[in-house]
Nanobody, 123 residues
Framework: QVHVVESGGGLVQTGGSLRLSCVASGASIGHMAWYRQVPGNQRELVAAITSGGLTDYGDFVKGRFTISRDNAKNTAYLQMDNLKPEDTAVYSC???????????????????WGQGTQVTVSS
């Protein structure tokens, strides 16, 4: 059975930083990504990374976030700096068994999703 578990969320002040981690266990993982969602809004891509390290980011990131991964550990990280109140959301990790050449793929192509971790940025 495959498990995807996120950690690292919490409460931070505007301008602060958080580092999220996502561990996928039980399968060999190809593609990984972070999404976020605010209640009442659609889920949106934060960042995605291929197994080869190619990355893509949501337009709102504007250089503030960095996605990375450790393939040997099936783990992805999201370093978030200069956080803003509008970054408040539940951040979820997505993982696919398949490998893609482009970082941004259809969310329906992800096989596994984590439960999410809450990120709250106070003003």
């Amino acid at each position: 059975q495959v498990h995807v578990v996120e950690s690292g969320g919490g409460l931070v002040q505007t301008g602060g930083s958080l580092r999220l981690s996502c561990v996928a266990s039980g399968a060999s993982i190809g593609h990984m990504a972070w999404y976020r969602q605010v209640p009442g809004n659609q889920r949106e891509l934060v960042a995605a990374i291929t197994s080869g390290g190619l990355t893509d980011y949501g337009d709102f990131v504007k250089g503030r976030f960095t996605i990375s991964r450790d393939n040997a550990k099936n783990t992805a990280y999201l370093q978030m700096d200069n956080l803003k109140p509008e970054d408040t959301a539940v951040y979820s990790c997505a993982a696919s068994r398949r490998r893609y050449t482009s970082a941004r793929i259809n969310p329906h192509n992800y096989d596994y999703w984590g439960q999410g971790t809450q990120v709250t940025v106070s003003s």
